[in-house]
C-alpha cells in the first residue's frame, strides 16, 4: 500500500462511516449528496481548466446530458438505470467530442466565450424540446435498485454518489500522474513545447474535454437519480459558472481540490440561506447571493491558488513528489543517428511575416558529429531558422531536409520522430511540474502507454522506463540534485539546462539549442562546452543559436552568420572572427 493510497483509504473510510454515526441529521447527508455530485463535475473541471488550461464555463450542459439521457431512456422505454449509466457516460462524451472539436480550436479569450455560448444553447436546447418534457422536464425517473434495495433516500444514494468520486478521483490521479497527464499539464504552457516532443495537442485538449464531459455526465446520471426528475434548470449556464468558482476555490490545479471546493461553496450556500434571513428578516435571497460573492472573493484572496494548496501546506507532509522507480532507462535509437553525411540541409529558406523577410534564401547544412552555431545580431532570424526546422513556422519558400527527405510542411510532432529536438529561446518548462516530470515529457514518444492505460494503472512498467531515462538525462547534466525541485524554482540558466535534459531524451541526432549559455555563470558555461563536446564525439550533431561569441568560437566546429534574415558567412571560428563582413555587423570589438 503506497503512501499514495492509504490517505484515500482513511477518507472512503470516513465516508462511509458518516451515514451510521448516531445523531448525524439527515439534513447533513443531503448536502453530502449534493457535494458528491458538484465534486464530480468539479473534478472534470480541474484536468480541464486547472491542469490543462482550457477554460470551460458550460460544464452543467453535460450534467444535462447525462440526466436527460438516463430520465429519457428510463421513463419511456423502461430501462435500467444501471444499463442507461453507459448510455449516460456516451452520450455525454459524444457531444463533447462534437462540442470539443469546435471549441478546443479556439484559444485566448475565445475558448470561454465559446463554452458559455454552447452553455447557454443547449440550456435553452433541453428547455425547448418536446420529448424532453420542455420546461417541465421529465419526472417519476426510477431509483437506483439493487435487488429490493431501492435507493429512494439521501441517505441510500449516497453511497453510489461517493463510491463514484472516490474511483474517479483515484482515476484523475492515475491520469495526471502518467505520459498523458504529463502532455495534459503541458498543454498550459502552450502547444509550442509539447509539439516539440510529439504531443498530439489538440487529440490531448479533446480527451481531457472528453474526461470532464464524462465526469459531468456520470453526476448528471446519478443527479437524475436522485431527485428522481430532469428539467434545465440546473443545467444552465448559472450552474456552469458556480462549477467553475467551485473548481477554482477549491484549488483548480488539484484533484482533491474539486472535493473540498465543492464541500466549501455548499456548505457556504446552505449556511447563508439558513442564516442571512434569520439576521436580516425577509430579502434573504438577493442578499445572500452578495454575500456569497463577497465571501468567494475574500477566499481566493487568501489562498489565491485555492483552498487545497493552502490547507495542505498546514499539514505535515513527506515529500509526495515522484522520484524514479529503479528501471532500466530506454534502449537508444541508435538506428537513426548516421555516423558520417549531411543530417540538416537548409536550403534557399525563406520566411516573411508581412513586409518583414525574417529569413531571406538562407541555405546551409549540418553534418554528422558537428557543432554548428547559428549567429547574428538581434533579430537577424535565428530563432526563425530554427522554427522553421523543427516545423513551428511553415516557410515562405525554400525547403528543408533532413537525410535527404523534405520535410518542409511537416508539423513539429513528425520533425522530433527523425531524431531533431530543440530548447527554447524563453523557457518552456511547466513551473509548477517537478524538474523530472518536465524532462520525462521529452521520452513522450518513446512511451507507448495511453489514458485509460494510465487511469487504471497498467502504465507502470512504461512509466519507470521513461522517468529512468528522464534521471539519467539530468545526471547527465549535472542537476541530479536539482531532480525534484519543482522547474519554476530553478534559475533562468538552470532551466536551460534542464530544457537540454528534455531535449536528450528524445535520443536525438541533432540538438537545437537555442541561446542555452544564457543566464549561465562561467563555469557553468564550461560545463555546459564540454557537455556539448561530449555529445558530439558520442555522435550527436548540434546547432546552436548563441550570443556569448567566447562559448561559441571555443566550442563550434563551423558557423553560420545572418544578418536582416541573410546569410552573410560560414565558415570555421577562425574565418569568422576575420571576416570584414561579419566584423562590420556584428563582432565589431569581440572579435
Ligand atoms: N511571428 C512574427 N511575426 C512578425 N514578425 C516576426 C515574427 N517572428 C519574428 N519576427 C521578426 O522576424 C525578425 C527575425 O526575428 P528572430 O526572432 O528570428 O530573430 P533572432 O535572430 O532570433 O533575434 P534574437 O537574437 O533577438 O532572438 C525580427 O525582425 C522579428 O521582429
Redesign the pocket.
Given at each position: 500500500m503506497t503512501s499514495r493510497i492509504l490517505p484515500i483509504l482513511v477518507f472512503a473510510l470516513v465516508m462511509a462511516t458518516i451515514p451510521f454515526v448516531p445523531g448525524v441529521p439527515p439534513f447533513w447527508i443531503v448536502l453530502l449528496d449534493n457535494i458528491g455530485l458538484a465534486a464530480l463535475v468539479a473534478m472534470g473541471l480541474v484536468l480541464l481548466t486547472g491542469v490543462g488550461g482550457l477554460t470551460s464555463f458550460g460544464q452543467a450542459a453535460f450534467c444535462g446530458f447525462g440526466a436527460y439521457t438516463t430520465a429519457y431512456l428510463t421513463t419511456a422505454y423502461g430501462m435500467s438505470p444501471w444499463l442507461t449509466l453507459p448510455m449516460s457516460l456516451i452520450v455525454s462524451g459524444l457531444a463533447a467530442v462534437l462540442l470539443g472539436i469546435i471549441t478546443m480550436r479556439l484559444s485566448g479569450h475565445y475558448l470561454p466565450l465559446g463554452t458559455i455560448a454552447w452553455g447557454i444553447s443547449l440550456f435553452y436546447l433541453f428547455s425547448k424540446l418536446e420529448f424532453l418534457g420542455r420546461n417541465d422536464g421529465i419526472s417519476g425517473i426510477p431509483p437506483l435498485s439493487i435487488g429490493n434495495w431501492k435507493m429512494l433516500d439521501p441517505g441510500s444514494i449516497y453511497f453510489p454518489i461517493w463510491i463514484a468520486v472516490i474511483i474517479c478521483a483515484l482515476l484523475s490521479m492515475n491520469l495526471l500522474d502518467s505520459r498523458t497527464g504529463r502532455a495534459i499539464r503541458a498543454l498550459r504552457r502552450g502547444h509550442i513545447a509539447a509539439e516539440a516532443f510529439g504531443v498530439q495537442t489538440a487529440r490531448a485538449k479533446l480527451l481531457v474535454f472528453i474526461y470532464a464531459a464524462v465526469l459531468a455526465g456520470l453526476s448528471g446520471w446519478l443527479y437524475a437519480h436522485f431527485q428522481r426528475a430532469a428539467n434545465p434548470t440546473p443545467f444552465g449556464p448559472h450552474l456552469g459558472i458556480e462549477y467553475l468558482f467551485i473548481a477554482v476555490v477549491g484549488g483548480a490545479g488539484y484533484v482533491w481540490g474539486g472535493v473540498l471546493g465543492a464541500a466549501v461553496v455548499v456548505i457556504l450556500k446552505e449556511v447563508l440561506q439558513s442564516y442571512l434571513p434569520l439576521i436580516f428578516g425577509g430579502g434573504g435571497g438577493q442578499l445572500e447571493t452578495i454575500v456569497f460573492g463577497i465571501l468567494l472573493v475574500t477566499l481566493l484572496q487568501l489562498a489565491p491558488t485555492g483552498m487545497w494548496p493552502w490547507l495542505t501546506a498546514w499539514l505535515p507532509s513527506g515529500d509526495s513528489r515522484k522520484r524514479p522507480a529503479p528501471a532500466d532507462a530506454l534502449p537508444a535509437r541508435n538506428d537513426h543517428r548516421p555516423d558520417t553525411g549531411v543530417l540538416l540541409q537548409v536550403d534557399k529558406a525563406r520566411k516573411q511575416?508581412g513586409g518583414?523577410v525574417?529569413v531571406n534564401d538562407v541555405s546551409f547544412n549540418v553534418q554528422a558529429r558537428e557543432i554548428v552555431a547559428l549567429i547574428?545580431p538581434?533579430?537577424?532570424?535565428?530563432?526563425?531558422?530554427f522554427n522553421l526546422i523543427t516545423g513551428v513556422l511553415a516557410a515562405t519558400a525554400g525547403k528543408v531536409a533532413v537525410l535527404g527527405k523534405s520535410v518542409s510542411g511537416a508539423p513539429p510532432q513528425e520533425i522530433v520522430k527523425l531524431g531533431i529536438a530543440r530548447t527554447f529561446?524563453h523557457v518552456k518548462l511547466v513551473p509548477d511540474m517537478t524538474v523530472l516530470e518536465n524532462v520525462a515529457l521529452g521520452a513522450h514518444l518513446r512511451g507507448r502507454s495511453g489514458a485509460i492505460a494510465s487511469m487504471l494503472r497498467l502504465d507502470r512498467a512504461d512509466e519507470a522506463k521513461l522517468l529512468a531515462e528522464a534521471a539519467k538525462q539530468i545526471e547527465r547534466v549535472g542537476l541530479g540534485d536539482q531532480m525534484n525541485q519543482l522547474a519554476g524554482s530553478l534559475s533562468l540558466g538552470q532551466q536551460r539546462i534542464v530544457e537540454i535534459a528534455r531535449a536528450l531524451c528524445v535520443d536525438p541526432m541533432l540538438l537545437l539549442l537555442d541561446e542555452p549559455a544564457a543566464g549561465l555563470r562561467h563555469m557553468e558555461k564550461q560545463q555546459l562546452a564540454s557537455l556539448l563536446r561530449q555529445l558530439r564525439d558520442g555522435g550527436m550533431s548540434v546547432l546552436l543559436?548563441e550570443?556569448d561569441m567566447g562559448f561559441v568560437m571555443n566550442l563550434a566546429n563551423r558557423i553560420v552568420v545572418?544578418d536582416f534574415?541573410t546569410k552573410i558567412a560560414e565558415g570555421t571560428p577562425a574565418d569568422i572572427k576575420t571576416n570584414p563582413d561579419v566584423i562590420k555587423a556584428y563582432l565589431g570589438a569581440v572579435a
Open positions: 511575416f518583414v525574417a547574428g538581434n533579430g537577424a532570424g535565428k530563432s526563425t531558422t529561446q543559436v550570443h545572418l534574415g
